[in-house]
Nanobody, 114 residues
């Protein structure tokens, strides 16, 4: 059974940092594309960052230069380092995996206070 479990969310002041983790089980992260989405109240889900199997990464314009997606294949885990956080980054953040099937985590809340 494939599971993606996010952690690392919380409450932080504007300008602060958080690192989200997404631990995968039942599937190998290194051979699949991975990404992070977020959804704020009343808004559509937004693709924040992606990481391809070849190491290529892409970011939403709203987070470029502030967020970094990375992998630790030995731990079968993907991370999202978030720096210089803004109140508009407040959302539930979801990890996702794209392979033969697509999988989602349960989400972790990030709240940035002004």
């Amino acid at each position: 059974q494939v599971r993606l479990v996010e952690s690392g969310g919380g409450l932080v002041q504007a300008g602060g940092s958080l690192r989200l983790s997404c631990a995968a089980s039942g599937i190998t992260v290194s051979i699949n594309a991975m990404g992070w989405y977020r959804q704020a109240p009343g808004k559509q889900r937004e693709l924040v960052a992606t990481s391809g199997t070849g190491g290529r990464t892409n970011y939403a314009d709203s987070v470029k230069g502030r967020f970094t997606i990375s992998r630790d294949n030995a731990k079968n885990t993907v991370y999202l380092q978030m720096n210089s956080l803004k109140p508009e980054d407040t959302a539930v953040y979801y990890c996702c995996l794209w392979g033969l099937n697509n999988y989602w985590g349960q989400g972790t809340q990030v709240t940035v206070s002004s």
